[in-house]
């Protein structure tokens, strides 16, 4: 089973992890733990209580082959933690290293972004609330998820795409991640067709 490392903070955006929970376990068969800077009992942006028991030394100690990086205002304020070292690490061991909205900062603060293809809730965004970022002529606007070198990001907007490419990193048939988009794309087509 392919393990996947979900990193959440205070105030974690309850539809950016949702698909990659509620699918890649029950139905891909992925193995999903949950870690946060902050250990203990937190709530999400939509109020959902959870108890999260392991840290983000856990994390390592799990050796993921993915770690998604769950967006929340939190990441946008001074108070952000600071999880460089651990995405840093699990990236150089051959993890691929996913953010989505403000995990974006997270990946940009990093340095993982530097160097590859990537996007987020725009270019400003990056900019202006990480520190050390340098990969702007490298930012690729749009509505789905990038993936380049074992990164993937997104903006908030993008949760389909950005698990579609969580899927595929952890190894999940193409047949099966196109058979994903599918589903997820059928009601819309639908409406945009005026069906």
């Known amino acids: 089973m392919t393990k996947i490392a979900v990193v959440l903070t205070s105030g974690f955006a309850d539809w950016e992890y949702a698909l990659i929970a509620g699918i ?71 993890a691929t290293v996913a953010g989505i909205c403000g995990g974006t900062l997270a990946l940009a603060r990093a340095g993982l972004l530097n160097a590859v293809e990537h996007t987020s809730n725009n270019a400003e965004f990056l900019a202006q609330h990480a520190e050390g970022y340098a990969g702007s002529s490298l930012f690729r606007g749009g509505a789905t998820a990038v993936s380049m070198g074992r990164v993937i990001s997104a903006a908030g907007t993008a949760p389909v795409s950005f698990t579609a490419a969580v899927f595929e990193a952890a190894g999940v048939a193409q047949e099966t991640v196109h058979q994903f988009k599918g589903m997820m794309a059928a009601e819309h087509v639908e409406a945009f067709s005026g069906a």
């Open 24 to 94: 890649g376990g029950p139905f891909y068969g992925l193995e999903i733990q949950y870690f946060s800077p902050e250990v203990g009992q937190i709530s999400s942006q939509g109020g959902l209580v959870t108890m999260i028991s392991q840290g983000m030394k856990q994390l390592l100690e799990w050796q993921p082959a993915v770690v998604v990086v769950v967006g929340g205002t939190i990441w946008e304020s001074a108070g952000a933690p600071d999880i460089s070292a651990y995405l840093r690490d699990r990236h150089a061991q051959g």
